[in-house]
C-alpha cells in the first residue's frame, strides 16, 4: 500500500469502530489468512462518488455556495458567506482537511475561509470529534438535547453548542438562511434536519446513506420507530440533494425511495417471519438453555426475513449483504416490543 492509501486505509478503517482490528493490522500481529475472510458481491459503480486528492479528500459543489467534503466514508458540508464560513459537522476522519477544503474553495472564488459557525447534526463523535480544531471563537449551533449530551460526555473534541433550540431555528448568517428542525428522536435524541431552502439541499445525517445498505444494526439507531418515520418527513420537504454524512456520494430523492422501500420490505417480511418460524425445534433442542433456542429461533426469524430482501436489493445498494441481517434484528426487535407484533397471551 503507498501512503496515502495506507492512510486513506487507516482513516476510513478507524472511521467505522473497527478500531481494534485496525491496530492489530497496523502492529506486529499476523494479520489473518484472506482465505479466512468472507467474500462479499461487488460494490456498485453508483455508490461510489468521486475520486479523493492526494490530502484524502474531495471538495465539491452542491449549489452555488454551499459545498460538501468526504473522505469516502465520511461526509461535511459548508456555506461560504461574506461574513464568514458556517460549517455541517466536524468529522474527526476528515479532520484538517477540512479547512484544507474550505481554504481551497474560498481562495478560489476569493471569500473569506474563516469558519465562523458549527452547525451540529447529532451528537456522535465520530461526527463532531474534529470540531475542537476551530478554537473557542466559533458560534456552535446544536438542538437543546445536544446541548445535555455533550455536557455529559465532556469530550474536549466536542465543545457543547452555545446556540440552541428546541423545534426550529432559523440560522441567518453574511445574507445566508440555513433551516433547522427537530422533528422527534430518531438515530439519536438530538439528530435533526438541516434544509438549506435556497440551495434545494436538505441534510440528514445517519439515517439514509445514498447508495449503501444502513451500517450494522441498523445505523445503531437509537430509536428503531423514530427512524423509520424520519424519511418521510426528510421528504416532506422541498429538495433535490441530499446530505446524508455518509459515503462518498451525494444522495437524490430516488436514493430515499429506494432506501425506504428498503426498510418497508424489511418490515414486511419480519412481520411474515414472525408468524411462519416455528419455534419448535429450537425449544426442543435446547431444552432448558432459554437464550440458546431464543438465539436459534430469532437468527432464522432473521434469515427468513432478510434473505429475499438481500436477494432484491444486491445491485441496487452496496453491501446489502454484508449488513441486512444485523439491521433485520433491530427492525425485529422494534416490531416485536414496539409494535407488539407476535406477541401471544397466555391462555
Ligand atoms: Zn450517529
Known amino acids: 500500500m503507498s501512503h496515502v492509501d495506507r492512510r486513506a486505509f487507516l482513516a476510513r478503517s478507524a472511521a467505522l469502530a473497527a478500531v481494534p482490528a485496525v491496530a492489530a493490522l497496523a502492529g506486529a500481529e499476523p494479520a489473518l489468512a484472506d482465505d479466512a475472510l468472507p467474500d462479499y458481491a461487488p460494490i456498485p459503480p453508483s455508490a461510489l462518488g468521486p475520486a479523493l486528492n492526494e490530502q484524502g479528500y474531495y471538495v465539491g459543489r452542491v449549489e452555488r455556495n454551499l459545498y460538501w467534503v468526504t473522505d469516502g466514508t465520511y461526509q461535511a458540508a459548508f456555506l461560504t458567506t461574506r461574513d464568514g464560513v458556517v460549517l455541517f459537522d466536524a468529522p474527526p476522519s476528515i479532520g484538517h482537511n477540512l479547512q484544507r477544503a474550505i481554504d481551497e ?16 447534526s447529532h451528537h456522535h463523535a465520530d461526527h463532531l470529534g474534529a470540531s475542537s480544531l476551530f478554537g473557542r471563537n466559533v458560534v456552535r449551533v446544536g438542538h437543546t438535547e445536544n ?43 438530538d439528530n435533526i434536519y438541516i434544509h438549506f431552502p435556497d440551495h434545494d439541499t436538505l441534510m440528514l445525517v445517519d439515517i439514509n446513506l445514498p447508495g449503501w445498505a444502513p451500517f450494522d444494526t441498523f445505523n445503531i439507531n437509537e430509536d428503531v420507530p423514530g427512524s423509520i418515520a424520519a424519511p418521510g418527513k426528510a421528504m416532506a420537504y422541498p429538495w433535490k440533494t441530499f446530505i446524508g454524512g455518509h459515503m462518498g456520494r451525494l444522495g437524490t430523492r430516488g436514493d430515499m425511495v429506494v432506501y425506504q422501500n428498503y426498510v418497508n420490505d424489511l418490515i414486511d417480511n419480519i412481520k411474515k417471519a414472525l408468524v411462519a418460524v416455528d419455534p419448535t425445534p429450537f425449544f426442543v433442542k435446547y431444552g432448558n438453555n432459554s437464550w440458546a433456542a431464543v438465539k436459534a429461533y430469532q437468527d432464522a426469524q432473521v434469515q427468513y426475513a432478510s434473505a429475499p430482501v438481500i436477494k432484491k436489493y444486491l445491485g441496487v445498494l452496496a453491501a446489502v449483504d454484508v449488513y441486512t441481517d444485523s439491521t433485520t434484528f433491530l427492525i425485529l426487535e422494534s416490531v416485536r416490543l414496539d409494535l407488539g407484533v407476535g406477541s401471544q397471551v397466555h391462555p
Open 105 to 120: 474553495i474560498a481562495s478560489a472564488n476569493g471569500v473569506s475561509n474563516r469558519v465562523t459557525h458549527i452547525v451540529y
Open 147 to 189: 446541548k445535555k449530551l455533550l455536557v455529559r460526555d465532556n469530550d474536549p473534541t466536542r465543545p457543547a453548542p452555545d446556540l440552541t433550540f428546541e423545534t426550529r431555528h432559523t440560522l441567518r448568517v453574511g445574507g445566508e438562511r440555513v433551516e433547522l428542525a427537530w422533528h422527534g428522536t430518531n438515530h439519536t435524541p
